[in-house]
């Protein structure tokens, strides 16, 4: 079976399909998540699972980018996604800086009141390092603070993948980076499950 994620991150503004550039409206970014879905029904296509996949937090704020206005239907979504990033934006020269909690938790609220029946996964996630003379939390204590919320207030995400791509986002980007990931992600037996192997990848 493989799990197909189309039209992600709709509620942001760096893609065509993102709502903002369709008239900011959310309901043609549905109707076209159906389109493509009924492609594959009219040729019989069945080992195929769906996923719909907003942003962490919509980009702009605004009432018309609201994520539910966006959805195509239960019988046109397997699995909700959600992407999380910290510091893929952009603040004053500086990207932003928010925890993975900070960053996620208000969509994961959504997202598990809609669709309780749904699994949810976590399609893309990762941090950059931070800048020189930043203060505050560390790329390690990022990690570490992701590990401890997926264990409490976001235990019901069932999958997670890190987005090892861009040298600021990738997980040996620096030692203690790496350290945390094998410390309280690779080491820690709640992950453990169905996990993938890393161990070349943390070498690298």
């Not at 997202?111 to 560390?138: H, N, V």
């Amino acid at each position: 079976t493989v799990l197909l994620r189309i039209l992600h991150e709709f509620n942001g503004d760096w893609y065509p399909w993102c709502t903002i550039n369709n008239d900011k409206n959310p309901f043609l970014v549905a109707k076209a998540y159906r389109y493509i879905i009924n492609i594959f029904r009219e040729n019989n296509v069945n080992n195929v699972k769906f996923i719909w996949c907003p942003n962490s937090m919509s980009v702009p704020q605004e009432s018309w980018n609201d994520i539910m206005d966006a959805y195509p239907g239960n019988e046109y979504v397997d699995y909700v996604g959600m992407d999380v990033y910290n510091g893929a934006g952009s603040g004053k020269g500086v990207s932003l800086w928010r925890s993975f909690r900070k960053e996620g938790i208000e969509n994961y609220f959504v997202l598990t009141e809609k669709f309780p029946d749904k699994p949810l996964l976590i399609c893309e996630t990762a941090s950059r390092e931070r800048k020189a003379g930043e203060g505050g939390q560390t790329k390690g204590e990022w990690i570490k603070e992701m590990g401890d919320a997926l264990k409490t207030d976001m235990s019901k995400i069932k999958l997670l993948a890190w987005f090892n791509e861009k040298e600021t986002f990738k997980i040996n980007s620096s030692a203690e980076s790496q350290k945390a990931f094998k410390d309280f992600v690779m080491k820690d037996d709640y992950f453990k499950s169905g996990a993938k192997d890393l161990s070349l990848l943390l070498r690298r």
